[in-house]
């Protein structure tokens, strides 16, 4: 019996008290074979302030080539995303929607976007969504990912995707289109208020370099499409990378950048990494 109750006490320990990353975006890979250390960087795909820092640039210095989520280098990009916005199976906004809450969007597009939702009826949800970023900040938005791009084309080196566009849009195929569309009628009711206040509380908690903090805003963020999502949003690419990432670092040293959100976690990029036998620790 008492060896029962310890095991049981053991169970609940390692489930509560699991240890949490330390507060930093800028991570160093080394060990298991590899040459030449190679970096992990959280990003935010959108904020007011793209800033990189001192040890983020030395490290770009320091590597060979940079991965991001997507090739965003690639010409070809924009062309490739628009084949893969469309929902499948003929379904449209204007069905997933009662016909007054259709209105109610169309009408909130044209406020914010100046365009109509029938433009966009066949389009998932979250896309149309994505269009209102910029409308959630008071200030002109900037991209960590563009900065990094440029540092790299500035030292003549290469930019690569860890998955493709393809992959990528195809997240939004797995989580339900009806999830998307209520998700966008929130937006809209909201008139973006909440969506604001979620942008401001994210980026202060990215200017904190809290990663395990971005974990846990997506896991308690009303937004459906994040907190029921992890899996098919997080988790499952997440699996994916790692066999990418360690391929890519055994040919030279590489600078990754992906979502901050990706980080954090038992099934976060950086355990998953240390679970391969690499050492990941972060830079202060």
Not at 168 to 189: C, G, H, R, S, W
Request: proline share 2%; charged share 30%; aromatic share 8%.
């Amino acid at each position: 019996m008492k060896k029962y109750f310890l095991y049981i006490l053991t169970l609940i320990t390692g489930l509560s008290f699991s240890q949490e990353l330390e507060k930093s975006l800028l991570w160093k890979i080394s060990g298991n074979g590899l040459k030449q250390d190679s970096y992990l960087y959280g990003t935010i795909h959108i904020t007011c302030d793209a800033t990189l820092d001192e040890n983020t640039l030395k490290a770009l210095k320091a590597t060979e080539q940079l991965f991001l989520e997507l090739d965003m280098d690639d010409k070809s990009m924009q062309m490739q995303m628009m084949k893969y916005m469309m929902m499948k199976d003929g379904a449209k906004l204007s069905t997933l929607l009662k016909a007054e809450d259709f209105q109610l969007v169309d009408e909130f597009l044209k406020k914010n976007i100046n365009m109509s939702a029938k433009m966009f009826d066949s389009f998932k949800p979250f896309m149309i969504t994505t269009m209102l970023y910029p409308k959630m900040l008071d200030c002109p938005f900037q991209s960590v990912e563009s900065e990094l791009m440029k540092v790299t084309k500035e030292q003549n080196e290469e930019v690569f995707g860890l998955e493709t566009v393809e992959d990528q849009m195809k997240v939004f195929d797995n989580i339900p289109y009806q999830t998307q569309a209520e998700e966008l009628l929130k937006t809209a009711k909201g008139d973006l208020t909440k969506d604001k206040e979620e942008m401001q509380k994210m980026m202060a908690i990215y200017q904190n370099k809290d990663i395990e903090g971005m974990l846990k805003m997506m896991d308690n963020s009303d937004n459906k499409i994040t907190s029921e999502n992890q899996d098919v949003l997080l988790n499952n690419r997440n699996k994916n990378w790692i066999s990418k990432m360690t391929e890519v670092m055994m040919q030279k040293p590489t600078f990754f950048g992906v979502g901050a959100g990706h980080l954090a976690g038992e099934e976060g990029v950086i355990k998953l990494l240390r679970k391969k036998g690499f050492k990941v620790e972060a830079v202060k």
